[in-house]
């Protein structure tokens, strides 16, 4: 068996990680419950099951090189204790790091030799771009000059000698970031796109319902909310996992403008129908009154819910495609509501 492994590459010492692991571990988990911590609960909070997965692997042999006192310590103990305690438990659980710490830093000290510290600088500036690379790695590795850079990074990281490959790094890294902040850019720019739309229609819902300042700001504060989110995230998979929340966001608003008219009964006041107002027009005593209009409540169609292929192949499967989902908007819209695509 070989002495060296490169798990240790899959993440740091990871101190909050590893306090929620050790608690975990504390409970004596079964398989199950072990999964359905990391994968349901998602104690970790990783925007995917993989690398939940993967850390959380790592971080249970890290730990399981300690017992039971240990785990309490980590969990329970100040920061300085517990990542004492952590750095313990990789050296047991790595023999990269541990031989790496004895025969290479610990010469280094001695000799003082300044540049051991702009490597280690440098090493964990990698390690920490290719975490932070890693939730767009599918995006990346559809761009030749990210996917190729990415190679060569992992494999810097894999190398067991990798001392001469450290000037390759920054190099190496300012290529992958270069795409990355053009395809988040990209993904960030259509999303918002998206979500001004959805705040234009209920800004509109709003007008025609003739919406006070508190209704106002009750329906539009999640959308305006994760417009800020949006623009501050750097995770494609996050951006659009808030994209596809912006439209449940809306449904929100919509029900909320609906509830708020059907608990008003206040008397619209009487006054002309002013030219270019599309909203309905009733008369009171010979005079026209303005009427609020109450949106319709919101269906959500997922439109590929209507194929069981992931490819239409042949005019008959479009057909059909097209007739199934033609029937479910038909029946929204007779059934009094609004249908929404997603």
Known sequence: MPRYNAEISAGSLML?????????????????????AIKVE??????????????????????????????????ESEVEVSTQLLLAAAIK?????????????????????????????????????????????PALTKESVAANALQQLETIRDNLTPYQQVNQIEPLIQSVEAV???????????????????ITEVNQALDQAHAQADLRNRALMSLQQIKLD???QTSIPQIHYLQEQSGNLLDSAMDMISAALKSTTVKPPLA???????????????????QAVTPLPAKVIRAA??????????????????????????????????????
């Open 272 to 290: 002309a129908k002013a030219t270019g107002d599309s909203s309905t027009a009733i008369n009171l005593d010979g005079e026209q009154a303005t």
């Open 180 to 198: 990355n902040a053009k395809l988040v850019e990209a993904k960030r720019e259509h999303a918002l796109l998206l979500l001004e739309k959805k």
């Open 230 to 232: 949006i623009a501050a």
């Open 16 to 36: 909050t990680e590893s306090r929620r692991i050790a608690s975990l571990l504390l409970t004596n988990p079964t398989d199950t419950e072990w999964d359905h």
């Open 93 to 137: 659980h790595s023999h990269l790091l541990g031989d790496f710490l004895r025969d290479v830093y610990a010469r280094q000290i001695r000799r003082m030799e300044l540049a051991l510290n702009e490597h280690l600088t440098t090493w964990r500036r990698m390690l920490e771009a290719l975490h932070r690379f890693e939730p767009n790695r």
């Open 42 to 75: 998602n104690i970790l909070q990783k925007n995917t099951h993989a690398t939940a997965h993967r850390q959380a692997q790592l971080l249970r042999k890290r730990l399981m090189t300690l017992d039971h006192e240990g785990w309490k310590l980590i969990a």
């Open 305 to 342: 819910d209507y194929s069981s292929k992931s490819y239409l192949e042949s005019e008959a499967e479009v057909e059909e495609y097209i007739t199934k989902l033609r029937a479910e908007l038909m029946a929204a819209i007779k059934a009094g509501q609004r249908a929404r695509i997603q």
